[in-house]
C-alpha cells in the first residue's frame, strides 16, 4: 500500500487560550479527518511526539476512535515532524495501519508559566531565553554586529506580519 497524505487540520494560532492542549489536539485530529474525507472509525494507527497532552490511549474515550492497532511516538525537537510522518508513512507501507493520524498541540505560553523547565536555575526559564543565548554564542562567532542582526529581525518579522494568521500583526 502507497502512503498518501490525504488531510491536514489545524486550530487557530493564538498565545494564550482557554482551549487545553488536549482539546487543541483533538480539534486538530478532527479537522485533519474531515479535510480528507474520512471518520473517526477509520483511524487504526496514530503517530505523536511524546511531549503531547494527549496520547494514544486517550484517543479511544476522546475521539471514539474504536481500533487502534498502531501506535508509535517520536520524541520532540528539530527534525520531529518529518521523522512524525515518515513513522506514519511506514505503518501504513507494512500493513500496519491504514489511516494514521499524527498531531501536535502546544500552548507555550502557558507551558513557560507553569515554570517545571530543568534551566531555571540558571536563568533561562523559557525556549526563548534558551535560543536567546545560543543564538549570542552564534553572533559572537561568526562575529556578526547587533545591527546586523537587527536589520534581518527587522525584515522579518515585517514579512511575518503579512501573513494574516499572525500572531503579532505588526512589524517591529
Do not use: K
Not at 508513512?89 to 499524527?102: F, Y
Amino acid at each position: 500500500m502507497t502512503p498518501v497524505v490525504a488531510g491536514i487540520g489545524q486550530t487557530r494560532f493564538t498565545r494564550r487560550t482557554a482551549a487545553s492542549e488536549h482539546a487543541l489536539g483533538v480539534q486538530a485530529i478532527r479537522a485533519a479527518l474531515r479535510d480528507a474525507g474520512l471518520r473517526i472509525e477509520d483511524v487504526d494507527g496514530v503517530v505523536r511526539f511524546d511531549r503531547e497532552a494527549a496520547w494514544e490511549y486517550d484517543l479511544p474515550g476522546v475521539l471514539r476512535v474504536g481500533r487502534l492497532d498502531w501506535y508509535a511516538a517520536v520524541p520532540f525537537g528539530p527534525g520531529s515532524a518529518p521523522a512524525l510522518v515518515g513513522l506514519a508513512a511506514m505503518a501504513v507501507a507494512q500493513g500496519l495501519a491504514s489511516v494514521v493520524v499524527g498531531w501536535h498541540a502546544r500552548d507555550g505560553a502557558a507551558r513557560a508559566a507553569a515554570g517545571a523547565e530543568p534551566l531555571a536555575p540558571f536563568g533561562l526559564a523559557r525556549p526563548a531565553d534558551v535560543a536567546a543565548v545560543a543564538l549570542r554564542r552564534w553572533q559572537l562567532e561568526r562575529g556578526i554586529g547587533d545591527a546586523a542582526l537587527a536589520a534581518a529581525t527587522c525584515a522579518l518579522r515585517a514579512n511575518a506580519a503579512r501573513n494574516p494568521r499572525a500572531l503579532l500583526g505588526r512589524a517591529l
